[in-house]
């Protein structure tokens, strides 16, 4: 195992006073329970938004708290989902008054544990509400999962719920659009390489040189099957279909289209895919009006990319489009 | 050779036809000679800036090209120069009326080509200053370069020569602001892997599992020394001391401290790098007032990273958080 680490143990604790120190003035990070706020928490009169998971797909969480987007986020170990103590203590620390959302990407541990803290938090009086992310299309249950996994579209999600909340709407009006956003969104990703979790020490799969895996879930669970290698325009081919197909999406649609690093892919095999699948979108007939490139929710140095199309109407690109200010997202502010 | 892409002689030009798809409002991509240039070039009354050099480090250049920042950028083969053509091409395209700076990392190939190129388009009345950019302490002479090499300072150097441009200033005030940058600027890189071109379709060089390449260039060229894999704060004292006698910086300096990942290696490393460095500054007096981490000049999907302090003055800082919005640097607006 080569990192750039030093205890494994200590790799998430570390990461976060490393994020502490480098972004004083955007977030205040809590060691214990771990979690991490917009330094200007709470937002009185503003509904909270609160997402997490195991840590190793950053910059998802950590990386979208901030102005317009997420109030806080909460770092589980590598891989791990966080307990219910440092999602309740985010909550508390959130709550200005008009309710937290939980934003929580379709895992059983992520889904036990945000409920559980959800529970936790309404016997302290803070009103809670939940959208469960599950935009992959690769497989319908899964290694940790019941039903399907909540992959990349969660940043589009809490991007976009994030502007709601910001613009001033109430949380049943928050997370009635976090849902419309997920009903929406369709993912699928590829793998050409295994990420190896620290405490683990080996790869988390093993797979052959010429081996590539179609629908691979962001902790290198399995997907729907495992092909040789391709040129890329028929990978992307073979995951850009099965999203489009399964909305489905239509022409004369409008689409956000995102392509997603998993953390060790070149940025420039990442605008490689994005010109298939655009190209694709564009024969169907389907408008790619805004985009997004580059490493947003990763697999630690796992080589491999996914594509997320979203369903975009007018009030999900002004929200899209509104005032951003975070470590990985940062616009119009 | 594992990686996202459709045949190798084609890497450079369909990745730029992904930039000009993915960001069709920002940059302009020309096909041949190649280039990327603001969607708004030419802009009248300021003086344009133009850098390029090899691909395989995106998002460098081509992901500075926009308002405050570069109004070209020139990408050559990976891991190549481009030749005078193309930065003809793109100088002509962004000339003002106020003359072009030209921001060149110190390779041989890079600097002889963009003075060839600086003839060519003096010949058709076109004034073109240079910057040539050395901010590597880790060898004074090495593969591809007389002198120091220039590596991940360039960013700051763009983004802070950029602002100068935008706020209005003439040719000889945004070279000498680029000077000055450079002349504070200091660098310094680790390799844990090596990278692979896709033309060679095999590992820029041979590294152990168990060794670390100390002073690594941003094409793999060889450092200072090779030694074991070690915890991650030896490894960041090994290259931070040498950055911080060098210049030298001094307690009671301000900085900014910027910590690169060079392709492959994950977020949550690079914050634990990030803590370090800051660790180490701290205890020296020296002031961390500005920050930046996160892959902006990477050498494919190799694994490791660098580290780059600059020292800050008011002026520096203003430049510095002035708007700025490119695909991979976006703020203020």
Do not use: C
Request: aromatic share 4%; glycine share 12%; net charge negative.
């Amino acid at each position: 195992m080569k990192k750039l680490i030093n205890d494994p143990k200590n790799v998430v604790a570390e990461a976060l006073e490393g994020v502490a120190l480098a972004h004083p003035g955007l977030v205040t990070v809590v060691a214990d329970p771990a979690h991490i706020v917009r330094a200007d928490a709470p937002v009185q009169g503003k509904v909270g938004l609160v997402s997490g998971g195991g840590s190793g797909h950053e910059p998802l969480h950590g990386g979208f708290v901030g102005y317009g987007m997420l109030d806080a986020a909460v770092p589980g170990p590598v891989f791990t989902s966080p307990t219910p103590d440092p999602i309740v203590a985010a909550t508390k620390a959130v709550d200005g008054g008009k309710g937290v959302l939980h934003i929580v990407k379709n895992y059983t541990g992520d889904v036990l544990n945000f409920e559980t803290a959800a529970d936790l938090a309404l016997a302290e009086g803070i009103e809670v509400r939940a959208v469960v992310v599950d935009d992959d299309v690769a497989v319908k249950d899964s290694l940790y999962t019941a039903g399907r996994r909540g992959v990349a579209g969660t940043v589009l999600i809490e991007k976009i719920a994030g502007a709601a909340a910001q613009r001033g709407d109430d949380l049943d009006a928050v997370a009635a659009i976090a849902e419309k956003v997920n009903g929406q969104v369709r993912s699928m990703g590829v793998a050409l390489t295994a990420p190896t979790v620290p405490h683990a020490g080996e790869p988390s799969f093993s797979i052959g040189d010429d081996e590539i895996e179609i629908g691979i879930g962001i902790h290198g669970e399995p997907g729907r099957e495992r092909v040789g290698l391709e040129p890329a325009d028929q990978i992307v081919d073979r995951i850009l279909h099965p999203i489009l197909e399964d909305l489905p999406f239509a022409s004369g649609d409008k689409v956000l289209l995102f392509v997603n690093g998993m953390g060790g892919t070149p940025l420039v095999e990442l605008y490689i895919a994005f010109r298939r699948a655009a190209h694709v979108l564009a024969e169907q007939g389907i408008e790619v009006s805004r985009t997004l490139v580059g490493n947003y929710v990763t697999s630690l140095e796992m080589q491999g990319f996914s594509i997320t199309v979203l369903k975009l109407d007018d009030e999900l690109t002004e929200l899209w489009d509104g005032p951003v200010q975070t470590a990985a997202l940062r616009w119009g502010r």
